[in-house]
């Protein structure tokens, strides 16, 4: 019998290119798809049996479909069709009605950063627009600290608040959501609410239940390596431990100044760790997955309202949070300039260039680099998605800080996958984690020097 095998995994599997959102389940006339743990740590699309139609109705609506055909619509399409009644367009910021910096004066203490994210979902909740909200909370399953859920009432919304960096699919939401009475709002990282409007896109149903989106914005996907390696540093069980909380935030300090901890079973006690003596876990690229190398949506520009971290002074100096906030709907907007009256929000305007700033790391790796990692991934073979970024040509001493980041990023993964354990861990990636150190140091002196001398960077 001749066995045929599902588009997603020929062209976004095999090539490295899932994040596991599980739109292409969904999407899937046959059920031949599922969502399952890989050998790294993440959620990734798997074939359930050889029943697939060969019809592709799965790679349509994958975020990292590397051969789209005519209709099929990038970022900037897909946000004509949801968004286009916004005013504003940047074109590394997306379609957008304003931009703030702010806080909830209920919600901050008990979230992640401003506390934006709860707001919003309780403010839909009250007016009546929505009636179930699609999010990530703890998991009942063993396989998984977290995962995404469904919860039906206001009340049900602190249970559900913080910043998970766990792997996590949509794949059983997406079929629950078809079945439920009402209409929902999902919150997902850049890649998922891509997934979300390009189901949407194609299933009516979809884009009639789904009534709002909340976009955190992402600097990438870690895999579950990740939750492990903190717990490990942190002191706890590797094999018995519960509850992980990435960012416990200290109050008194600076919001960079934030732990990870987590519930060690076997002792009952909490383990903790400061992240500053971690180092650095995002621009090294450790345990990240390879599909963000290729994502060019710095801010989730594909939802109703995009939440991100005030990374710039002077609100990185507060350690009880402030989220950055672009509203790209007028209900989004509406959300928040009530708020603001009321007082239950502190709000100010932030101008494109400070809100770009608070993400001007994910720019420089994700936007400048992106031609050099298509290179790089088309020299070795792989398949790679269209991207709006890739046209900027890299120098040799930049270019080398991407072909080291990759190098980092595979190798934490293979590493992780044969000790399972910090203190090899740490021992193993230390020769790696030193010379990106030095190459990444040398290339900003070699470019500060050439800024300083009037030469092109
Ligand atoms: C993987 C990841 C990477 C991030 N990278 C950046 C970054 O580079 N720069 C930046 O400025 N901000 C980043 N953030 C966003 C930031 O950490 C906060 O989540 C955001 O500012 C919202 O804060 P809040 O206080 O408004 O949210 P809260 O009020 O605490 O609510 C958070 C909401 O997000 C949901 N949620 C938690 N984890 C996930 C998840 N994995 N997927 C979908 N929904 C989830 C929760 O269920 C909750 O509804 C990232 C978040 C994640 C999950
Ligand atoms: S749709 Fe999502 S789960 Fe399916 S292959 Fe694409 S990225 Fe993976
Ligand atoms: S960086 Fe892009 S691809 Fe990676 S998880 Fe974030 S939104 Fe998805």
Not at 249 to 269: G, R
Not at 391 to 397: E, I, M, R, T
Request: aromatic letters at 8%.
């Amino acid at each position: 019998m001749n066995l045929i095998k599902p588009l997603v995994l020929s062209k976004v599997v095999e090539n490295e290119l899932c994040v596991g959102c599980g739109a292409c389940v969904q999407a899937c006339p046959s059920k031949a798809l599922s969502v399952n743990w890989n050998d790294y740590g993440f959620l990734v699309a798997t074939s359930n049996d050889n029943s697939c139609d060969a019809g592709g109705a799965c790679i349509e609506v994958c975020p990292f479909n590397p051969e789209p055909g005519p209709e099929y619509k990038n970022e900037d399409g897909l946000a004509a069709v949801f968004l286009g009644k916004a005013p504003i367009h940047h074109p590394a910021i997306g379609r957008h009605h304003a931009i703030y910096a702010g806080y909830s004066n209920k919600h901050r203490e008990t979230s992640s950063s401003g506390g934006i994210a709860t707001f919003v979902y309780e403010k839909l909740f009250e007016k009546g627009l929505i009636n179930h909200v699609v999010t990530v909370g703890e998991s009942e399953s063993v396989d998984a600290h977290y995962q995404y859920k469904i919860v039906s009432s206001k009340d049900e919304l602190p249970q559900i608040s913080k910043t998970r960096y766990h792997p996590v699919t949509l794949a059983s939401a997406l079929e629950t959501i078809k079945q439920l009475e009402g209409r929902v709002a999902i919150s997902g990282i850049g890649c998922f609410i891509k997934a979300v409007r390009l189901a949407q896109d194609k299933d009516p149903v979809l884009k009639e239940r789904i009534a709002f989106t909340v976009g955190i914005i992402c600097g990438g996907l870690k895999s579950k390596f990740f939750t492990d390696y903190l717990a490990s540093r942190a002191g706890a069980t590797l094999s018995d431990f519960s509850q992980p909380e990435y960012r416990v935030k200290n109050p008194t300090s600076t919001a960079m100044n934030y732990s990870f901890s987590c519930t060690d079973n076997p002792s009952n006690t909490t383990k903790l760790i400061k992240m500053r003596e971690v180092g650095d876990m995002w621009g090294s690229g450790l345990f990240k997955a390879n599909a963000c190398d290729f994502c060019d949506d710095v801010t989730t520009e594909l939802a109703d309202i995009s939440l991100g971290d005030a990374w710039l002074p002077p609100y990185n100096q507060d350690g009880k949070g402030h989220n950055v906030i672009v509203s790209r709907s007028l209900i989004a907007d509406q959300i928040l300039q009530e708020g603001q009256a009321s007082g239950e929000l502190e709000l100010e305007s932030l101008a494109q260039e400070r809100f770009l700033a608070s993400q001007q790391g994910s720019f420089n790796h994700r936007h400048d680099g992106m031609g050099t990692r298509i290179n790089m991934a088309k020299r070795a073979g792989a398949l790679t998605p269209p991207k709006r970024a890739g046209k900027h040509k890299l120098p040799l001493y930049l270019k080398s800080v991407q072909v080291e980041r990759r190098r980092t990023r595979a190798k934490s993964l293979e590493i992780w996958a044969k000790y399972k354990n910090s203190s090899e861990f740490d021992q193993h990636m230390k020769p790696e984690l030193l010379k990106l150190r030095i190459i990444t140091r040398l290339a900003h002196a070699i470019r500060k020097a050439k800024r300083l001398i009037g030469a092109k960077a």
